[in-house]
């Protein structure tokens, strides 16, 4: 990406430009011109449609009164993807008092047809899923996504009969656990851990990096305890809005098992003995 490149977006004379780092998805950048700030997203080699399914995430929070960043523009220069977003200014901490309280609300956005799933696949680097319109929140979390992450790993060399013993396994303990569990269509950010949050400058918390569908709401508390980053207060202020049902800590580790096994998959077998020894405790614990 140079000054020619950059001269094609849809914005006024850009006078700075710098790379923001902490994504491993997208180049991402800080743009500067004699008006306003902008961020920018770029996927080298990919048409403007990488984006879609972002874009429509970010533009359903914000229907919901979710603060968000704002889409400016999206397209292809050069071959390459864009997204260009309001600049946000962001504190460096804040209340996750209030998080928990947003994103409590954002569960409580219910499916428009009624069903699991969104308009839009999810589009990875280095998996996709569908994302198709189902009845079923397990046909959706078992098939589309914890099935077609096996068949990866399997294909990739990362699992061999062992391991493919060990998940069928467990796959049968979930599907008998969500047979039993009512789930509702629901608003979900679909990638929330600690990077995909922050707060203002006024202390309000902001979502971003959406990987939205319509989905069981335990899908995001669960991702949100594989790596840390969000405190007690998170935690209280949710269940105080929006408190979670009976069973749903053991629920959670299927949860932890999907986003362990993407992270498989993306960045390979530093990955491999943390997923093993979930879908032990999952077939132990049943």
């Known amino acids: 990406m140079d000054q020619k490149w950059l001269a094609q ?6 006078v700075s430009w710098q790379p923001v780092g902490g994504g491993d998805v997208n ?5 500067q011109t004699i008006q306003q700030d902008f961020f920018l997203l770029v996927q080298p080699h990919t048409d403007a449609n990488f984006y879609q399914g972002e874009i429509a995430g970010l533009k359903d929070f914000q229907r919901a009164g979710i603060k968000a960043p704002q889409v400016i523009a999206n397209g292809e220069i050069n071959g390459d993807a864009y997204l260009l977003l309001n600049y ?5 901490s804040g209340d996750q008092r209030l998080l928990g309280k947003e994103v409590a609300r954002l569960h409580q956005v219910v499916s428009p047809n009624g069903k699991f799933g969104y308009q839009f696949p999810y589009a990875g680097t280095s998996i996709s899923f569908s994302n198709t319109w189902t009845d079923s929140w397990s046909d959706l979390f078992l098939k589309q996504r914890l ?3 096996a068949q990866h790993l399997q294909r990739k060399g ?10 069928r ?3 049968q303990v979930i599907a008998a656990e969500l047979a039993f569990h009512p789930s509702q269509p629901v608003l979900l950010h679909g990638d929330f851990w600690a990077g995909n949050f922050a707060f203002l400058t006024d202390g309000q918390p902001a979502l971003m990096d959406p990987a939205a569908l319509y989905g069981d709401r335990e899908f995001d508390i669960g991702i949100t305890t594989v790596f840390g980053g969000f ?3 998170f935690y209280q202020a949710y269940q105080h809005e929006l408190p979670l049902t009976k069973g749903y800590q053991r629920r959670l580790n299927s949860y932890r098992l999907y986003y ?6 993306k960045f390979g077998m530093s990955y491999a003995a943390s997923v093993k020894n979930l879908l032990l405790t999952i077939i132990k614990d049943c």
């Open 169 to 171: 396994q467990a796959r």
């Open 27 to 31: 180049q991402a950048f800080h743009l």
């Open 231 to 233: 405190t007690p207060a």
């Open 158 to 167: 990362f699992w061999q009969p062992p391991q493919i013993q060990l998940y």
């Open 147 to 149: 099935d077609r992450l």
């Open 88 to 92: 946000l200014l962001l504190a460096r």
């Open 9 to 14: 977006l849809p914005v006024e004379k850009i």
């Open 260 to 265: 362990l096994m993407v992270h498989l998959d």
